[in-house]
């Protein structure tokens, strides 16, 4: 444990040394995040930078060659990957913080259902990362049907850590323009994250809240609910279907079970 503190606060102070000054406070914030929440930021410090930015079928392919399940480990080379997307990189955090949690004996897997979260070659709606994937509310619609998570849209009530889409216009499915981060904090109208970014890949990057049309933050709480993923159907059909279909923000709501707070 005192090891990831010592971690955590290696990471944190490089974070707020690249942000704006007037970050530090909220970055340094970090530090009272849960502990689900600094587990998260742990698996975004330990990858790597940079790679470029590509989303694309074949960016799908690389990704999923990349990772391996072996003897109850999920493996990642991401240097055969190259260049990444969005919802690859969170994903991979998501990853990470399993393996931790198995490591650390705050989670156990069944072999069927661990191999699962392995399985990275599938279609959007498909599967564990199939849904995470999904254009529209894919990982939180994954975080509400296992019952592991929080869904909610208050900036006020967002911890670094938390996963975080964003929406660029009002469309949402089919023609959305959407941004799947990890949160790492605020200061004034800018938000602070980490994702694969474009043009430069994996790296930390800010916007203005002005530019986001619509937010959801998704908090994983119940880590020990990842394992209901063996009861998951082999397709979500609500975001299969956002490949070529709209969708609405009272739809996401409802689907998703999304609250103003955590």
């Avoid at 119940?222 to 009272?250: G, I, Y």
Wanted: glycine share 8%; with cysteine.
């Amino acid at each position: 444990m005192k090891r990831f503190q010592n971690n955590i606060s290696g990471f944190l102070i490089a974070l707020a040394a690249i942000l704006p000054s007037c970050a530090q406070v909220e970055v340094q914030d970090a530090t009272h995040a849960p502990v689900l929440n600094r587990q998260v930021l742990a698996a975004v410090q330990s990858m790597p930078s940079g790679g470029g930015y590509e989303a694309s079928q074949k960016a799908v392919a690389r990704l999923a060659a990349s990772v391996t399940f072996k003897e109850g480990v999920i493996h990642q080379d991401l240097k055969t990957a190259k260049a990444s997307f969005c919802s690859g990189a969170t994903y991979v955090v998501l990853l990470r913080v399993i393996n931790q949690l198995q490591k650390n004996n705050s989670l156990r897997l069944p072999t069927k259902t661990h191999a699962r979260y392995a399985n990275i070659g599938v279609k959007d709606g498909e599967e564990i990362f199939g849904r995470w994937n999904a254009n529209g509310p894919g990982t939180a619609k994954f975080f509400s049907d296992l019952k592991c998570g929080v869904n909610f849209t208050s900036y006020a009530h967002a911890q670094p850590g938390d996963f975080m889409k964003m929406w660029w216009t009002d469309a949402i499915g089919g023609k959305e323009r959407g941004h799947l981060v990890v949160y790492l904090g605020s200061a004034g109208d800018q938000i602070h994250f980490w994702s694969s970014n474009q043009p430069n890949g994996y790296s930390r990057k800010s916007v203005s809240k002005s530019k986001i049309k619509h937010v959801l933050f998704s908090r994983l709480t119940h880590p020990e609910r990842l394992k209901n993923a063996s009861l998951l159907s082999p397709k979500d059909q609500f975001l299969a279907d956002m490949l070529r279909k709209d969708s609405t923000w009272a739809q996401v709501a409802a689907q998703c079970h999304v609250k103003e707070t955590p």
